[in-house]
């Protein structure tokens, strides 16, 4: 069962957690309730140098066992696309997506 950790920028009004949870269980093959996703949403962000940005960068960390290299990239390619679409249709500025998988 992958558990998914999404942190996103705590002024947005809703969260992408849903569209990532069937998303992530789609390109897995797994059913409902199979995909767990907590937010984990932040304050403030800050980056090096005098950059200023107008979007939001989104963690995506997926835990979970070894499904191989394959379903592995599956899910972390659905889930930031997940995040992407998301973003575009709620009309939310969005710099990036990091996500990534790690073995639990």
């Given at each position: 069962m992958p558990v998914i950790t999404l942190s996103m920028p705590a002024t947005w009004p809703a969260a992408p957690s849903q569209s990532?949870?069937?998303?992530?269980?789609g390109a897995l093959d797994l059913g409902a309730g199979d995909v767990i996703v907590l937010e984990t949403p932040y304050v403030d962000s800050a980056r090096?140098?005098?950059l200023k940005s107008s979007g939001h960068w989104v963690l995506v960390t997926?835990?979970?066992?070894?499904?191989?290299?394959?379903?592995?990239?599956?899910?972390?390619?659905?889930?930031?696309?997940?995040?992407?679409?998301?973003?575009?249709?709620?009309g939310v500025g969005l710099?990036?997506?990091w996500c990534e998988w790690l073995l639990s």
């Open positions: 990532v949870a069937e998303a992530v269980a090096s140098g005098p997926l835990r979970g066992s070894d499904r191989g290299v394959d379903a592995r990239d599956r899910a972390v390619t659905a889930a930031s696309a997940a995040v992407a679409t998301w973003a575009e249709r709620s710099e990036g997506v």
